[in-house]
Nanobody, 122 residues
Framework: VQLQASGGGLVQAGGSLRLSCSTS????????MGWFRQAPGQEREFVGF????????YYADSVKGRFTISRDNAKNTVYLQMNSLKPEDTAVYYC????????????????WGQGTLVTVSS
């Protein structure tokens, strides 16, 4: 599964962005989809995941209440809506896919996108 993340950019603190993760040539509808991020000089950090049907989501405490993951299986796309952005949200954001239950550990995801940079200015 080749994933493509997009939608990153520069935004002021308090603003919003929506990231997308899509693929071509296969369907994402059977995959749990995770979002992770990595700031410069830091380890990759779990953001959240959504189950294959879109009926269950789970978030890291650092983004809970501000970020929302959704999916449109008909469009083969998963979204990360980010509101009330803070400078500490600045990172490269990655989407990842795995068959099976959601997990906060990056190591259990088998497929990764190339990442999209989000920069939040103060």
């Amino acid at each position: 599964v080749q994933l493509q993340a997009s939608g990153g950019g520069l935004v002021q603190a308090g603003g919003s962005l929506r990231l997308s993760c899509s693929t071509s040539g296969c369907t994402l509808s059977t995959y749990t989809m995770g979002w992770f991020r990595q700031a410069p000089g830091q380890e990759r950090e779990f953001v959240g995941f959504i189950n294959w049907s879109g009926t269950y989501t789970y978030y890291a405490d650092s983004v809970k209440g501000r970020f929302t993951i959704s999916r449109d299986n008909a469009k083969n796309t998963v979204y990360l809506q980010m509101n009330s952005l803070k400078p500490e949200d600045t990172a490269v954001y990655y989407c990842a896919a795995r068959l099976g239950m959601g997990d906060s550990a990056a190591g259990v995801y088998d497929n990764w996108g190339q990442g999209t940079l989000v920069t939040v200015s103060s």
